[in-house]
Nanobody, 125 residues
């Protein structure tokens, strides 16, 4: 069993930055692919970013356009999402998720077995 806890959300102005963290409990964190998804107000769940167990590279949803960076520290069982140049459209609840042993389809929510409770990010004008 894996438990995920997100932190770092908040209220910021457009153009600002936030860094989200996802702390994982349980063993074998280093073998999990990890991802971030978000759910905007009144909208559905959408893929933000994912990173494989090795942490050598991440990939992103099309809307990110170089503004976000995903990373992980396997020694500390933690994943991060650095969000820069935040826009009003980035307002959403952000969820981290874990996919044990997965290496493909990481932009699909069904690939993930474990989910955090979410952290709210609100971007104001």
């Amino acid at each position: 069993q894996v438990q995920l806890v997100e932190s770092g959300g908040g209220l910021v102005q457009a153009g600002a930055s936030l860094r989200l963290s996802c702390a994982a409990s349980g063993r074998a964190f280093g073998r999990y692919a990890m991802g971030w998804f978000r759910q905007p107000p009144g909208g559905g769940l959408e893929f933000v970013a994912a990173i494989k167990w090795s942490g050598t590279s991440g990939f992103y949803g099309d809307f990110v356009k170089g503004r976000f960076t995903i990373s992980r520290d396997n020694a500390k069982n933690t994943m991060f999402l650095q969000m820069d140049s935040l826009e009003l459209g980035d307002t959403a609840v952000y969820y981290c998720a874990a996919a044990p042993g997965a290496s493909w389809g990481l932009d699909e929510s069904w690939r993930y077995d474990y989910w955090g409770q979410g952290t709210q990010v609100t971007v104001s004008s």
